[in-house]
C-alpha cells in the first residue's frame, strides 16, 4: 500500500547532500531526506578535552540542535543547559562518527561536528549523522592536503536511517506522520563494512519479536547502503 507522500514501504523519500554549503567551515555539508533538512558543519582545534591531553589520540564530538520554525509551530531556543533530548542526539551522532575514525593518527586534535535543523520531518539524527560523515570527511581531507596528516584518518564510512512498523507494516525511512503513529521505531546506525555502530528500537505500543526485528535491520541496511553509496559520490568530488 502506498505510504502518505506516495512511497513503497521499502524506499527511501530522496536525499540530497550539498558539499561545502558552509564557505568559512573546514568542513561542512546539507544534507536533505525528503522534508528534513540538516546543516552539519566540521571545525577543527589543535587541542583536545583535558582528560586527553599527553594521550596522543583525536577526539571527535558533535553539537545538535534545532532552529525555532524547524517544526511546524515554533520551538522554544534552548537557553542554558541543553534537554535531554538533545543531549542524547548529539552524543549518538559523537559515538557514530568516532566508532570508525582512527583517533591515533588524527593525532591531538578535537573536531566539532555541528548540525543544526533546518526543517524537520523525522530523521533528524539519522540525517545528522549521515551529513556530518561528509563534513568530517572534508575537513580531514583539507588536513592532507595541508601536509598535516599522511591520510584520511577514518576506517570506514557511516550513514543511518530509520525504520518502523506502521499499522503492521515495516516501513523505510519514516517521515514525521509515520513516525508519530509507529507501532517500532528503530534508528539504525551502520558502517560500509555491513557493521551496526547502533542499533536504537522502541515498541510503542507492544513488544515485538526476532523475526520482526530481523525485518527491521534488514531494511534498515537497504538504505543504509543507499546513503552510502550517496556519501561515496559526494566526497568523491574532492
Known amino acids: ?32 531526506v525528503g522534508k528534513t533538512r540538516v546543516l552539519c558543519a566540521a571545525s577543527i582545534e589543535e587541542k583536545v578535552p583535558q582528560f586527553m591531553r599527553g594521550m596522543g589520540r ?13 517544526t511546524l509551530s515554533r520551538t522554544s531556543r534552548e537557553r542554558g543547559s541543553a534537554s535531554g533530548r538533545t ?21 591531538e586534535r578535537t573536531v566539532t561536528l555541528d548540525c543544526d535543523v533546518l ?11 549521515t ?10 581531507a583539507r588536513l592532507v592536503r595541508r601536509g598535516v596528516l599522511q591520510r584520511v584518518p577514518l576506517q570506514a564510512a557511516v550513514a543511518a536511517t530509520s525504520v518502523g512498523i506502521v499499522d503492521g507494516e515495516v516501513l523505510l525511512d519514516l517521515c514525521y506522520e509515520e513516525d508519530a503513529k509507529a507501532e517500532v521505531d528503530f ?8 557493521e551496526f555502530v547502533e542499533v536504537q528500537g522502541t515498541a510503542e505500543t507492544k513488544p515485538f519479536t526476532r ?8 531494511s534498515a541496511g537497504d538504505g543504509i547502503r543507499q546513503l552510502l553509496q550517496l556519501q561515496r559520490t559526494t566526497v568523491a568530488a574532492l
Open 1 to 32: 500500500m502506498p505510504r502518505i507522500d506516495g512511497r513503497m514501504p521499502n524506499v527511501m523519500r530522496p536525499v540530497r547532500i550539498e558539499l561545502g554549503a558552509q564557505e568559512f567551515a573546514e568542513g561542512s555539508a546539507l544534507i536533505e
Open 58 to 70: 583525536g577526539w571527535i564530538t558533535a553539537e545538535y540542535g534545532m532552529l525555532p520554525r524547524s
Open 87 to 107: 543531549m542524547e542526539i548529539q552524543r549518538l551522532v559523537g559515538r557514530s562518527l568516532r566508532a570508525i575514525a582512527d583517533l591515533p593518527s588524527l593525532g
Open 119 to 129: 526543517q524537520a520531518d523525522g530523521g533528524t539524527r539519522t540525517a545528522a549523522i
Open 131 to 140: 551529513g556530518a560523515y561528509v563534513a568530517l570527511y572534508q575537513a580531514l
Open 187 to 194: 534508528n539504525v546506525v551502520m558502517s560500509d563494512k555491513g
Open 211 to 218: 523475526e520482526t526485528m530481523d525485518s527491521l535491520l534488514a
